[in-house]
């Protein structure tokens, strides 16, 4: 494994000079997105997992559309590791994790899950929405997460993880159920499992950051009308948390949104086009009150400039 700058490879001045193991990029390795913005605070945290010093596995939990996901995908691409999404569900089953016996060229073989693969091949797999996994599933996966070896009982094998494995999950919860009535299909995770994580929350983007993000994903969207957008994702998430919203903008909305100002789907101008698509890109989605609440916010963030 060679090395390479982490300010160059997460376009973060803070950490120039500071060299880190990185891979050539192979099959499995996640398209760069060269426009995604690495948060400083985030990357430490990330970068300690990477480095394997501390433990193999790590949760990312936070709201939807913060940018859970894209960060360890993003991060992989960086590094040039392979990585795996798996998405789960409550209905996945070990056999989609790890293998299963199946039928290879008219033989009966044992057909490694993504689980293995990344054991044996030293990549990085991430349990998206791990936290909806049933607990009976999670609970086999007990010494995986902590840097031990995988047993398979179907072969006899025991499969001993490379030293540059990685297990990330990601949830809406932190495995303890949802408190918030948001998240219908998560489950109470076992205790004994949820010791084995580095917990890192994803909380959404400050709005210099969600700026940049919509500067690198829509660079023809004019500066004033960003700015309007991220404070009104803002006094939604406020108002969200306030009881009075059932659901805000996210960094994933915010993007949605600007790229219908910016692809000009609403051909009218100004203020209309503006609630257009936003109405369209996130408000239609809630009911009518509380589409005219947003409405209402808006008008309110334009007063000072049609002054
Ligand atoms: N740091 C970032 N830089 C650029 N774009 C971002 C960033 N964070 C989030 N986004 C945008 O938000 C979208 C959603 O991100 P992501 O899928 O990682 O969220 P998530 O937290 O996993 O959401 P969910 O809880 O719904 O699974 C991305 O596709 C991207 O458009
Ligand atoms: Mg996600």
Redesign the pocket.
């Known amino acids: 494994m060679s090395t390479i700058d982490l300010g160059a490879a997460f376009g973060i001045q803070e950490l120039a000079g500071k060299q880190f193991p990185a891979k050539k990029a192979g099959d499995r390795t996640p398209a760069p997105v060269f ?5 400083i605070d985030l990357l430490r945290k990330m970068l300690a997992w990477a480095s394997g010093n501390i433990t193999t596995s790590l949760y990312l939990s ?1 709201p ?8 360890p995908e993003q991060m992989a691409a960086r590094l040039g590791h392979g990585c795996t999404t798996l998405s789960c569900n409550s209905r996945t089953e070990k056999a989609d994790i790890v293998g299963y016996i199946g039928l290879e060229d008219s033989k009966t073989a044992f057909i490694e899950g993504p689980l293995v693969r990344a054991m044996r091949e030293g990549e990085w797999i991430v349990f998206d ?1 791990g936290d909806a996994l049933p607990p009976s599933v999670t609970i086999t996966l007990n010494r995986v997460l902590e840097g031990s070896p995988l047993a398979i009982p179907e072969t006899g094998d025991v499969i001993y993880p490379h030293a540059d494995f990685r297990v990330a999950f ?1 949830g ?1 919860t932190r495995g303890r159920g949802d408190t918030t009535g948001q998240f219908r299909s998560r489950n109470v995770q076992d205790a004994a499992v949820l010791d084995r994580f580095l917990f890192v929350e ?1 909380d959404y ?1 400050t709005s210099q950051e969600e700026l940049n ?1 919509i500067a ?2 829509c660079p023809n969207l004019p500066e004033d009308v960003a700015a309007i957008l991220v404070q009104l994702a803002g006094e939604t998430r406020n108002a969200h948390m306030a009881g009075e919203l059932s659901a805000p903008i996210s ?2 909305g915010l ?1 949605r949104i600007a790229s219908i100002l910016e692809a000009g789907v609403f051909a009218k101008l100004g203020d209309a086009n503006l609630w257009e698509s936003i109405a369209f890109g996130f408000a239609d989605g809630l009911g009518p009150d509380e589409s005219e609440g947003i409405k209402q916010i808006l008008e309110t963030l334009m007063l000072p400039a049609s002054v």
């Open positions: 426009e995604y913005i690495f948060r936070g939807a559309g913060a940018g859970k996901t894209s960060l929405e990601t809406n994803v983007p993000i690198g994903k960094t994933r993007v």
